[in-house]
């Protein structure tokens, strides 16, 4: 299983990115994914996660910022980030779980500049 994620950068606060992560080598469309996120010096925390049913949750930091969306078709997993601020950057990572196995991707690093 390969989950690459990609789309990070920099950016100034306020404006917006789309995060994307490729899945592989999985059962995409029976798979729970999410995204999390780690700031230096802080612990890795849940930022979004979309269901096989297309149930989502936000951390309480980005509800009406983030939206996470996926593409089945794809094996795409999507975090479309706007409204930007300087406590959002952190590396980004993509997450997939499916019948009890875990799977992380590499990261990607989203840098918001004040």
């Known amino acids: 299983v390969q989950l690459q994620a990609f789309g990070g950068g920099l950016v100034q606060a306020g404006g917006s990115l789309r995060l994307s992560c490729a899945a592989s080598g999985i059962i995409f469309s029976s798979t729970s994914v999410a995204w999390y996120r780690q700031a230096p010096g802080k612990q890795r925390e849940l930022v979004a996660s979309?269901?096989?049913?297309?149930?989502?949750k936000y951390a309480n930091s980005v509800k009406g910022r983030f939206t996470i969306s996926r593409d089945n078709a794809k094996k795409t997993l999507y975090l479309q980030m706007n409204s930007l601020k300087p406590e959002d950057t952190a590396v980004y990572y993509c997450?997939?779980?499916?019948?009890?196995?875990?799977?992380w991707g590499q990261g990607t690093l989203v840098t918001v500049s004040s």
């Open positions: 979309i269901t096989k049913i297309i149930s989502t």
């Open positions: 997450y997939a779980e499916r019948i009890g196995n875990k799977y």
